[in-house]
């Protein structure tokens, strides 16, 4: 799966897109893991809206952009999406039954990009369970 992302912490709601694949794939019952394939970038179970986004950007824009190593080595200057990756995880899995996805009310996939340049992101969507004959 492939996200356009802006970047500075772009998101996107991904649970129509996994819910698709499944439906597509005929996954009656089982699990599906996404795996966000970027490390300055986040998969949360979220409900994806305005209030919870901005309150997770507030939140992780705490971890302060500049001192880390990955800086002063002269890598790059993206230490600080590379550490928020690295406490948030980029991989979720859901439980599917009936064909849906065992999401709760206002549980969303949601992937957060804290790159500060616009790029093409990818995901990969395993399925594992009883498919449709």
Not at 9 to 35: E, M, R, Y
Not at 40 to 58: N, V
């Given at each position: 799966?492939?996200?356009?992302?802006?970047?500075?912490?772009?998101?996107?709601?991904?649970?129509?897109?996994?819910?698709?694949?499944?439906?597509?794939?005929?996954?009656?019952?089982?699990?599906?893991?996404?795996?966000?394939?970027?490390?300055?970038?986040?998969?949360?179970?979220?409900?994806?809206?305005?209030?919870?986004?901005?309150?997770?950007?507030?939140?992780?824009?705490?971890?302060?952009?500049?001192?880390?190593?990955?800086?002063?080595?002269?890598?790059d200057r993206n230490?600080?999406?590379?550490?928020?990756?690295?406490?948030?995880?980029?991989?979720?899995?859901?439980?599917?039954?009936?064909?849906?996805?065992?999401?709760?009310?206002?549980?969303?996939?949601?992937?957060?990009?804290?790159?500060?340049?616009?790029?093409?992101?990818?995901?990969?969507?395993?399925?594992?369970?009883?498919?449709?004959?």
């Amino acid at each position: 799966m492939y996200i356009f992302s802006r970047g500075s912490f772009f998101s996107q709601n991904l649970t129509g897109s996994v819910q698709d694949i499944v439906s597509g794939h005929g996954l009656k019952a089982g699990l599906v893991h996404v795996n966000v394939c970027h490390t300055t970038s986040g998969l949360f179970l979220l409900e994806y809206e305005m209030g919870s986004l901005s309150d997770l950007k507030q939140r992780l824009e705490r971890v302060p952009a500049s001192g880390f190593s990955h800086h002063r080595r002269g890598v790059d200057r993206n230490g600080g999406a590379h550490v928020i990756s690295a406490m948030s995880g980029t991989q979720q899995v859901v439980s599917v039954r009936d064909g849906r996805l065992c999401l709760g009310t206002f549980q969303d996939l949601v992937f957060v990009d804290f790159e500060d340049q616009p790029r093409v992101c990818t995901a990969s969507v395993h399925l594992m369970g009883e498919f449709e004959t």
